[in-house]
């Protein structure tokens, strides 16, 4: 561009901003008095020159700059401008109608032209009025275009940002449905499906296996003494062996079957391929081989082995609900068995299940139908023959089933959860009946109970023998808890503290059956017990050889120097109460003193012991006398 144009379009820009600033319009009242009384002078001006000089285009001139002002007035300034126009040719018509009367010549001509203008201005001024609403409108409209824009503008980024975010929520709902996936289906310990997602999937694999008529096998598999590495090693020991035991079950399992952690130290295999019996055991013999070789721990070597038990669908059970039950029953019967055995499923043992639920059926209804009852056996001193106390024992004299073994449905009521019921009801009958005989006998005597793992591991096991004491009025400082090694499974805290809450209420607390577990002593260094009853199984073996004798001679010593008292339990002969007598066993309790009596019979043993106190006395007395 030439500096001649630029010039150009420089003074056509300029001339537009004056003629904007001319005739933009606008409604400054001020501005339109300031005009009118211009126009007010410009007014006065003409009367004097029309009344002083007859020129008629001087006149003309005159009028025609009326007329400009008055259309100036009516587009520059509208409303404003138009009043004031009109008072400016209102005044120009009055002036005219004067000279008119006076009869002025041209007067009349002069009037009409004033009335024209102010016809004329107001229509320009209507429809100035008018376009400047349309105008307005548009300024209006334009600045809500501009305020949208805006915001508009500022919504994108808004919602860009918003994006940004919800794609980041986005990717962290993921990751979090992910790992909510993996804590509900997968096994943090070992990284194998759990429990939930086995069920699923051999619902799914059942389903398959029913629409394409075709079978598999479900294997149930649990190491064998493994609570033994927890009690000597340590949990953390017991977590690195469970780990080690799945990543090499994970390395030998077929790539078309599904291993899975059960949970503690039980897994679940399924072999979703048709195989026969015998290749179904070559296989799991493999796997069997391979847990027996010693797994190395830190400096240590562990050897287990495992228990299998094996279902077949549809051989066994057509339906897959049943399936891992009867693999948990065939392998339980490996376990009893000797353990380390492979055992597929047998009718026999739906039948044992068969009659393991009934038992259970009629155990939840034997406390209503009184066919629970308790039984004492009485403990004494070994040195003087003194009656100690009672072992409270229970037994279950079923209408339906007969005389049942305590072992037998006291295992049940654990596993179906009855033994807390149980449990609560055989320790506050004791204490009712025994302070019945306190209270009719004088006497003063021990009442050791027993108590379940299950039972003593509840979390207000020590609130409900408080419960109890304080209901029953039992004195608390003659009440003993016996309880055995298999309460012992899980951390060592919560039993140190249930054992303690029981010595703050004054509960003496023993531990049963010792010597049978893997490690009693390590439970005797490490928990405050009271009391420490030798399993019958060790003093079965007195006299027999000189071996067995040195062991229940070095199990009494080593209590001892513990400053812990002594309890035989079994006690049968005379060879082996002497025994015990002569290396100092404390406490006495067998067939040889006395077997599990009931009520009845304890009532009589006190009759006896009080006639004999009598006795004693009145000799004593008699003796004293005749001195």
Not at 141 to 168: F, T
Not at 410 to 427: C, F, P, S, T, Y
Request: charge should be positive; proline fraction near 2%; include cysteine.
């Amino acid at each position: 561009m030439t500096k001649l144009q630029k010039n150009e379009k420089g003074g056509r820009r300029a001339m537009i901003r004056i003629m904007d600033r001319v005739m933009l319009p606008g409604n400054n009242v001020s501005a339109a008095l300031k005009i009118s009384l211009v126009g007010i002078i410009y007014l006065l001006a003409e009367g004097l020159i029309m009344f002083r000089s007859a020129d008629w285009f001087l006149v003309c001139v005159l009028m025609q700059g009326q007329m400009l002002i008055s259309v100036y007035l009516a587009l520059r300034y509208i409303r404003s401008g138009y009043m004031a126009a009109l008072g400016l040719n209102i005044v120009a018509v009055i002036q005219e109608i004067h000279l008119v009367m006076i009869n002025r010549p041209n007067a009349s001509f002069f009037f009409i032209f004033y009335i024209d203008i102010i016809l004329a201005i107001s229509l320009i001024t209507y429809y100035a009025m008018r376009s400047h609403k349309i105008y307005q409108e548009a300024l209006r409209q334009k600045e809500e275009i501009s305020v949208a824009y805006y915001r508009a503008a500022v919504s994108e980024e808004q919602l860009w940002k918003k994006n940004r975010e919800l794609e980041s929520s986005n990717q962290v709902i993921n990751r979090d449905k992910q790992e909510m996936y993996r804590l509900a289906n997968i096994d943090p310990l070992t990284q194998l499906p759990n429990r939930r997602m086995l069920q699923r999937r051999l619902d799914e694999i059942g389903k398959e296996a029913k629409e394409q008529n075709r079978s598999f096998a479900l294997v149930f598999i649990d190491l064998d003494n493994f609570k033994n590495v927890n009690d000597t090693l340590g949990h953390q020991a017991g977590d690195e062996l469970i780990r080690y035991m799945a990543f090499n079950l994970s390395r030998l399992t077929h790539t078309a079957d599904m291993l899975g952690h059960f949970g503690g130290d039980e897994f679940v295999l399924i072999i979703r391929r048709a195989l026969q019996k015998e290749e179904i055991m070559s296989y799991i013999r493999r796997l069997a081989a391979m847990l027996k070789k010693p797994a190395v721990l830190g400096n240590m070597k562990i050897a287990v082995s495992a228990s299998f038990g094996i279902a077949m669908f549809p051989q066994d059970s057509p339906h897959v609900s049943e399936l891992l039950r009867f693999a948990d029953s065939a392998m339980y019967q490996s376990k009893r068995d000797g353990k380390n055995r492979i055992r597929f499923f047998e009718k026999s043992l739906l039948d044992d299940l068969m009659n393991e639920t009934k038992l259970v059926q009629g155990l939840k209804s034997a406390i209503q139908n009184r066919e629970l009852y308790l039984v004492l056996q009485p403990q004494y001193f070994a040195e003087g023959g003194e009656l100690r106390g009672f072992e409270v024992l229970i037994r279950w004299k079923s209408l339906k089933f007969g005389f049942v073994s305590p072992t037998r449905f006291v295992r049940l009521a654990e596993k179906n959860g009855m033994i807390l019921q149980i449990g609560e009801w055989a320790l506050k009958q004791t204490c009712l009946m025994m302070k019945n005989l306190e209270r009719q006998y004088g006497c003063s005597v021990k009442l050791a109970v027993n108590v379940s793992a299950v039972q003593a591991m509840e979390p207000d096991f020590v609130g409900t023998v408080a419960r109890i004491l304080n209901e029953t009025g039992f004195d608390p400082h003659h009440l003993e808890i016996e309880i055995t090694e298999t309460a012992f499974s899980n951390s060592m805290n919560p039993v140190h503290q249930m054992i303690a809450g029981l010595h703050e209420l004054g509960v003496v607390v023993a531990l049963d059956d010792f010597g049978t577990g893997y490690s009693s002593l390590s439970y005797l260094q490490q928990l405050p017990f009271d009391l420490v009853k030798i399993d019958k199984t060790f003093i079965d073996k007195i006299g027999l050889d000189l071996q067995s004798n040195q062991f229940v001679s070095t199990i009494i010593s080593m209590v001892h120097q513990m400053n812990i008292p002594v309890l035989a339990e079994g006690v049968e002969t005379e060879q082996q109460r002497d025994f015990l007598r002569l290396k100092n066993c404390d406490l006495i309790q067998g067939y040889l003193y006395g077997k599990p009596m009931s009520v009845s019979s304890v009532r009589e043993l006190l009759d006896r012991l009080k006639n004999k106190a009598t006795k004693k006395s009145i000799d004593q007395n008699f003796s004293a006398k005749k001195d």
